[in-house]
């Protein structure tokens, strides 16, 4: 019997009445043994919690989205704001389903408590995909900002060092435990955000409206360019599910985790946007499109001279630890949950200091084979593969958490509730819905199809330890 002793097979759905009680209301009954939220470790309180949402959220593609939607015009802004809603609204209903399973694993403990173990599976198996490849472009694309400060000279060796260096040492603060992961993650939030304000407020007293160049800019009309910007713009929001995810090791995650999500997707989108608006006011139109560094330029526009290059290394540079330290916290959040109920190998559900030391390492290691595998063998176009693998295996916990949501809605709808309440989650959650719909859409043909097969490739996991499991 391959599950821990604490997880046994009548855990897989929550106690409780037959009929749950309406999503937002705290759990009936008590949690299921060894799904109980975490003891150990020091809980992060509401301002680290909201920390490591705005830094999960925001990593490194910040500074180069207004070069890359400025092709469309200014559209992308309206995009932005679209997405923005959609995303507050995906923030809400994880907020909703935490009050309801306030247990480390987010997603996944959604989908196995509504729809059973094969769900849950598959949505632990498709996060932990996203988390540690994720964790690999970061990385190397970290290693291209800190060539601006420490020229590497395009050495292989010294690339691929520094490279395990911007993984490992965010793996050695969450080895050493939650205080330092907390510490880590809003020291680095705090200071990201400096550079980033300067640009963002600075720049509005900068503004020209001669810089923003047409509103349609390649001739598709407002909705295709909307669409079309929204595809590269949907993946900035990727990350809103980081409380949830780590309710386990969140002070009084009944109220706090709902709140972290609202608070860290609105600081993130306050910032994405009025950094892309004061970039797309500051540098013309013409020179923005083939821009390399947006927020470079933009301040060099502002002050004059050619510091302003170096200035946004170090911001990315920033920005990028501090996202790494908060995936990879969660690159072990989701298989520690489902090995804590027999669905991953038993290993990665055991803690030191509050954190699951194995799921940490694992990660860590398979996302430096892919960071060694993409600078030293050559092969970019298989990194790039399942780098654009992650918009879709990001997408498949939302909407199996989303689905989680409507089904919980549906079974309460038959009891004593405030109707007006069951209506407005209802709206919020098929809007949460149709926005990871919308996520997936945006992931392309390819993504999809490349992403069903790494996906379904995890049943060969879930039948063995389906296989060695007794009921």
Do not use: C
């Amino acid at each position: 019997m391959q599950t821990s002793p604490a997880a046994p097979r009548q855990a897989a759905r929550p106690s409780g009445p037959e009929t749950p009680a309406p999503v937002g209301s705290p759990p009936a009954g008590s949690a299921p043994v060894g799904l109980t939220p975490q003891k150990t470790g020091r809980r992060f309180g509401l301002v680290t919690a909201t920390a490591l949402v705005m830094g999960n959220i925001i990593g490194g593609g910040i500074f180069m989205i207004p070069a890359a939607v400025a092709p469309f015009g200014t559209v992308s802004l309206v995009a932005f704001a679209v997405l923005t809603v959609g995303a507050i609204a995906l923030a809400l209903v994880f907020g909703q389903l935490a009050r309801r399973s306030p247990r480390t694993g987010g997603p996944y403990v959604y989908a196995r408590e509504a729809f059973g173990d094969f769900a849950g599976f598959l949505s632990a198996w498709s996060y932990w995909i996203t988390t540690w490849v994720s964790n690999a472009a970061l990385a190397v694309a970290a290693v291209g900002y800190l060539d601006v400060l420490l020229p590497l000279h395009h050495s292989i060796p010294l690339e691929i060092t520094a490279a395990l260096a911007f993984q490992w040492l965010p793996a050695l603060a969450n080895l050493a435990g939650t205080r330092y992961i907390g510490a880590v993650q809003l020291v680095s939030t705090v200071l990201k955000f400096i550079p980033l304000l300067l640009v963002s407020v600075g720049g509005l007293f900068f503004f020209d409206p001669k810089n923003l160049g047409p509103f349609d800019a390649n001739g598709q009309g407002w909705a295709g360019g909307m669409s079309a910007a929204a595809a590269i713009l949907l993946f900035s929001y990727l990350g809103v599910e980081s409380a949830a995810m780590s309710a386990g090791k969140v002070r009084d995650p009944e109220r706090n985790v709902g709140r972290a999500s609202v608070l860290g997707t609105t600081g993130a989108a306050v910032v994405y946007l009025l950094g892309t608006i004061a970039v797309f006011g500051t540098v013309a139109h013409q020179q923005l499109v083939h821009s390399t560094a947006p927020f470079s330029d933009a301040v060099d526009a502002m002050f004059g001279g050619t510091w302003g290059g170096t200035v946004i290394a170090i911001a990315a540079l920033v920005s990028m630890t501090g996202a790494l330290n908060g995936w990879t916290l969660l690159s072990a959040q989701a298989p520690y949950a489902a090995a804590r109920d027999g669905l991953f190998p038993a290993a990665f559900g055991k803690e030191r200091r509050g954190v699951p030391i194995f799921g940490v390492l694992v990660s860590v290691a398979l996302a430096s084979a892919l960071t060694v595998l993409n600078f030293a063998s050559g092969a970019k176009g298989a990194f790039d593969m399942l780098v654009l693998v992650t918009t879709f295996t990001a997408t498949v916990p939302y909407l199996l958490s989303t689905a989680a949501q409507l089904y919980w809605l549906v079974r309460g709808a038959g009891e004593k509730v405030d109707r007006g309440r069951l209506v407005r989650d209802a709206v919020l959650g098929l809007g949460a819905f149709g926005f990871s719909l919308w996520l997936l859409a945006g992931a392309g043909y390819a993504a999809v199809y490349q992403g069903v097969l790494f996906l379904f490739a995890g049943i060969l996991v879930y039948v063995w330890m389906a296989g060695r499991r007794r009921d």
